[in-house]
């Protein structure tokens, strides 16, 4: 069953001055998705910053995805010690596909006087114009772009100039000043289903959920409406 606590159903308790939006399908969140995501709250002077695991995404398939209350048990484990980082169960407990815009307009009914910043990788980033309702994504939430090794940043303002205000030079858009690094759930994934070590992908909470309820492993019909 989901927890239902208040800090799951809504992202801050304190309501945060300025929160930062960390999206995915975390399938599993590893120590890349912690390392922008703390990279993010300091760098832009965030308050906090609430990973938000999707119910599911609407351009992602379901494939080796255990379910999203496994993936949402596993961004605790994986946010448990970082200070200012916590979890937000809206886009799991609506269901259905998890469209940004719906996800920023909930947030700000129930968040008005909060500073929105939706943070988001650079080849990502580039891809916004193709979302549900980007002019309208942009003008509930800044843009927070972790840039990747390689990643161009002046392709990625192209890409957002045609939405307006949002996608220009300015406020609304700030980089994050990062290394690069080389970790990816789907790399997570395929050591998982060979048996082999985890932790240094997805931290040893992760890696111990993982290997308790046997996530990932190929062949294995793992449980996924969440775990018991």
């Given at each position: ?60 398939g ?8 496994h ?35 909930a ?20 891809t ?18 972790a ?16 939405l ?13 000043d ?7 759930s ?43």
């Amino acid at each position: 069953m989901t927890d239902t606590s208040a800090p799951e159903q809504t992202p801050s308790r304190e309501q945060p001055r300025s929160l930062g939006i960390l999206g995915g399908s975390f399938n599993p969140p590893h120590l890349g998705h912690l390392a922008v995501a703390r990279h993010a709250r300091a760098d832009l002077a965030l308050e906090r910053v609430v990973l938000m695991p999707a119910h599911a995404q609407p351009v992602k398939g379901r494939e080796q995805d255990p379910g999203p209350e496994h993936r949402l048990r596993m961004c605790r484990l994986a946010v448990a010690d970082a200070e200012g980082v916590s979890v937000c169960a809206l886009e799991i407990e609506r269901g259905g596909a998890s469209y940004t815009v719906d996800t920023l307009r909930a947030v700000h009914a129930s968040h008005p006087h909060v500073e929105l910043t939706f943070i988001v990788g650079a080849d990502t980033a580039g891809t916004l114009p193709t979302w549900r309702e980007p002019a309208a994504l942009l003008e509930l939430a800044g843009l927070g772009v972790a840039a990747r090794s390689g990643s161009d940043r002046g392709r990625v303002l192209a890409a957002l100039a045609g939405l307006g205000a949002g996608g220009g030079e300015g406020a609304a858009v700030r980089f994050l000043d990062m290394p690069a690094i080389d970790i990816s759930s789907s790399q997570a994934r395929l050591r998982a289903s060979r048996g082999e070590p985890i932790e240094e992908l997805v931290g040893p909470a992760v890696a111990g959920y993982i290997a308790e309820h046997g996530l990932y492993r190929s062949g294995a019909a793992a449980d996924a409406t969440g775990p018991s």
